[in-house]
């Protein structure tokens, strides 16, 4: 008698598994987004690496400082991570939350309780 249940779970377990790699490889790599603030354009650029470990990487800002993503999680198509950066004589954290879709990623941050800018990254070619 032939059991078909555990080979149904077994491949359950193999397309779970290779869309959560597809989905890894779909969103590593480096992002860039164009930020205006009054009459000054820049440039962000996410570099970042998604694993069964969770998500690192940079982010880097228009005035250039580069920050380390820490906590970084990537849950469906949510993404959210934290990064420390400078502020004055000391440093404060900002929390970045949003979602991975159709080659965009769409990220909102927030620190000391108050909400910044969206910002919309497209992946860079390379």
């Known amino acids: 008698m032939f059991r078909t ?4 779970h077994t491949l359950t377990i193999l397309i779970l598994t290779l869309s959560a790699f597809a989905q890894e490889n779909a969103s590593s790599g480096s992002w860039m987004a164009t930020l205006t603030k009054g009459n000054k354009t820049g440039t962000a650029t ?5 694993s069964s470990a969770g998500v690192t990487g940079t982010l880097s800002d228009p005035s250039g400082q580069v920050w380390h993503i820490e906590n970084g999680k990537l849950k469906g198509n949510q993404l959210t991570f934290d990064v420390t950066a400078r502020e004055h004589a000391g440093t404060k954290n900002i929390h970045f939350f949003g979602q991975v879709a159709d080659g ?21 070619k390379g």
């Open 46 to 50: 996410l570099n970042m690496t998604i």
């Open 104 to 124: 965009l990623i769409t990220l909102q941050n927030e620190s000391h309780g108050k909400r910044g800018q969206t910002m919309s990254f497209h992946r860079t």
């Open 5 to 8: 249940r555990p080979v149904v």
